[in-house]
């Protein structure tokens, strides 16, 4: 009896994931500082309850969802295992991102800084600074870049214990690309902005404002292609230190 029910549980849970279905988290539930994650999760591509996360469905919920290359999804759960303070962990929840300075950083584009409290939660006051570099309807990766140097020049200012490691700062330029190519195109690097806000503010896929997954599959060279543009563009910027150049492809951040 107990195995049928599990089983039954089983298929539920399976038809609950998808495009059509989202629900917040509930009061049990864990998410991440990384809105995309929680995302998935409030879709139901990872498990509802953020918990237990394995590399199969890190890998599958980013190919399912969004397209992904399965191996740039192995190196996401790569990095994410490391913030399970577990000895040997096999699994990481969403909860455990929210571990400062492991890969949760200073100058979040929608989180509040550690100093300050909360980084798992959404932060209206943050994001709206973040968006008031978004100066169009469509964003590109100049507009990305310029929040990102805005974020860091703010809580640079104002954190007195702000810190941005070099693992850090490789997260800052993966997160700036994400919610561009990924809600937006990766041929042209720009996406509809009232996506994106809805994204970011909703954890929720704006399909019913068009968006819909990407026909093409999302590679290694897009990801490095998009990481080198913004990196050159922030680098311009002189009160922003530039990051040591090196292989990033599993620092895809969000």
Same mark, same amino acid.
Not at 35 to 58: C, Q, V, W, Y
């Given at each position: 009896?107990?195995?049928?029910i599990?089983?039954a549980? $089983?298929?539920v849970?399976l ?5 059509d279905?989202?629900?917040?988290p509930?009061?049990?539930?864990v ?7 929680n995302?998935l999760?409030?879709?139901?591509? /990872?498990?509802h309850?953020g !918990? ?5 469905a890190?890998e ?6 969004l397209?992904?290359? !399965?191996?740039?999804g192995?190196?996401?759960f ?7 303070? !577990? ?5 990481f929840?969403?909860?455990?991102l929210?571990n400062?300075n492991?890969l949760?950083?200073?100058a ?8 300050f409290?909360?980084v798992?939660t959404?932060n209206?006051s943050i994001?709206d600074?973040?968006r008031t570099?978004w100066?169009d309807?469509t964003?590109d990766?100049q507009?990305a870049?310029?929040?990102? $140097? ?9 954190n007195?214990?702000?810190?941005l490691?070099?693992l850090?700062t490789?997260?800052t330029?993966?997160?700036? $690309?994400?919610y561009?190519?990924?809600i937006g195109d990766k041929h042209?690097g ?8 809805y994204?970011f503010e909703h954890?929720?896929l704006?399909l019913h404002?068009?968006w819909h997954?990407?026909?093409? /599959?999302?590679?290694e ?6 990481m080198d543009?913004?990196q050159n563009?922030t680098?311009?910027?002189a ?11 599993g620092?895809?951040g969000w």
């Amino acid at each position: 009896m107990k195995a049928a029910i599990l089983s039954a549980l $089983v298929a539920v849970n399976l038809v609950l994931a998808g495009f059509d279905t989202w629900s917040p988290p509930g009061p049990y539930d864990v998410r991440a500082p990384c809105p995309m994650l929680n995302t998935l999760a409030n879709h139901g591509f /990872l498990p509802h309850d953020g !918990k237990d996360i394995s590399r199969e469905a890190t890998e599958n919920a980013l190919f399912d969802a969004l397209n992904i290359n !399965k191996t740039l999804g192995g190196f996401l759960f790569d990095f994410a295992i490391t913030t399970n303070p !577990k000895p040997n962990a096999t699994a990481f929840s969403l909860n455990d991102l929210g571990n400062h300075n492991v890969l949760e950083h200073d100058a979040s584009l929608s989180r509040s800084d550690a100093f300050f409290g909360n980084v798992l939660t959404f932060n209206q006051s943050i994001f709206d600074e973040t968006r008031t570099f978004w100066t169009d309807e469509t964003l590109d990766i100049q507009m990305a870049a310029n929040a990102r $140097v805005g974020r860091i020049k703010t809580s640079r200012a104002t954190n007195p214990t702000y810190e941005l490691s070099e693992l850090g700062t490789a997260f800052t330029f993966g997160e700036s $690309v994400a919610y561009i190519i990924l809600i937006g195109d990766k041929h042209s690097g720009t996406a509809n902005r009232s996506w994106v806000e809805y994204f970011f503010e909703h954890e929720q896929l704006p399909l019913h404002l068009g968006w819909h997954r990407a026909a093409e /599959l999302f590679q290694e060279i897009d990801l490095d292609r998009y990481m080198d543009e913004i990196q050159n563009l922030t680098e311009a910027t002189a009160e922003v230190a530039p990051a040591a150049r090196q292989r990033r492809s599993g620092h895809f951040g969000w």
